[in-house]
Every structure is written in C-alpha cells, then in structure tokens.
C-alpha cells in the first residue's frame, strides 16, 4: 500500500524540518567550528523542507530563494574546501539544492534520465547505504574507531563537542541524505 504523493511530500516536510531544528539547537549548544557546521545542516534541512512542500504552496518565490540561498551556502562549502575534502558533501549538497530548484521535473524525458540527476542519484544512494551501515555498526559496537567520512566527523560515539550524541548527528545527517534522494527520486 502506497501513501498519496501529497502524504509523502508532507512527511518528507516534517523529517527535513525535524533535522533542521536539532541542527539549529545544536548551534546553540556548541561553538566554533561545530556551530558552523551544525548552521549549515540547520540550513539545508529548513530548505529541504520548503523544497519538499507539495506543487501549489509558495511556486513564484521558491525557486529564486532557493536558488540565492543554496548558491551562497555552495560558495562558502566551495571556499571551506581548503581546510579539508570533508566540506565536499555540503558542496554537493547546495549544488544539488540549487539544480533542484530551478530544474523541477527534470527528471524524464524521452531521452531517460539526465546525466546530473542520474550522478546525484548515485551519489546519494552511496551515502545512504554506506551512512546507514556505519550508523548501524557503530550503535552496535558503542564506538567507532573510523572518523565518519561522509561529514569529516571523528567523534567517537561520545556526547560531545558538536552539541550532541554522536548517533544522533549522524541519524540526523542520514535522515537529511535520505530526504535528497527522495526527493531525486521524485523528479
């Protein structure tokens, strides 16, 4: 049995919120670097969000909104590249962000699938599944010894210095990964 698109696109709404404000709490709670980056995931779970509001609410201003904010964010990913390749994700992730926005329904033509969707598909799909699997193996070992290389996190399953138990920034970031790929899916 399958959820009506509107349902769907509504849950997707309430995740991607969700994540959105436990980021933005995390950014109160920590400092520094930590605060910035929780920031930038606060960001990009409130405009996956308004992204995945259902066709009808808000069409004549998303796409330029979006688009600014998401282009800034990838800017500022882009520019935080120099202090280590684990900033690529929010790069990847403001860009997708950005083609989102301003290629709604991009998804099939009679040609198949685009080339950029068809590649961030794949990307995200990796980032799930391999995300997942370290959520997983490092709720059932209680630490992991491998920095999470998907965010440049190397925490070791402790509360801590990114304002919260590590688990659940990294449910959190697997909860926002899903979300993209969703909503891939459903262009």
Request: glycine share 20%; aromatic share 6%.
């Amino acid at each position: 049995m399958s959820l009506p698109a509107s349902v769907s696109s509504w849950l997707l709404v309430l995740l991607c919120a969700v994540s959105g404000a436990y980021c933005l709490g995390r950014v109160r709670r920590s400092g520094g670097a930590a605060a910035r980056e929780a920031g930038g995931e606060a960001l990009m779970g409130f405009g996956m969000a308004v992204m995945a509001v259902p066709a009808g609410f808000g069409e004549g201003w998303r796409a330029p909104v979006l688009g600014v904010v998401f282009g800034g964010a990838a800017l500022h990913a882009g520019w935080l590249l120099r202090g280590g390749i684990h900033h690529a994700h929010h790069l990847v992730g403001s860009l997708s962000m950005v083609y989102m926005a301003f290629a709604p329904g991009a998804g099939h033509g009679a040609g198949g699938l685009p080339l950029v969707t068809g590649t961030l598909l794949l990307y995200y799909a990796g980032y799930v599944v391999l995300g997942g699997s370290r959520l997983v193996t490092a709720g059932a070992a209680g630490t992991t010894s491998t920095p999470y290389p998907l965010t440049g996190d190397g925490h070791d399953g402790q509360d801590d210095q990114d304002g919260g138990p590590a688990e659940v920034i990294r449910a959190c970031r697997l909860a926002m990964g899903t979300g993209m790929l969703a909503m891939l899916l459903a262009m």
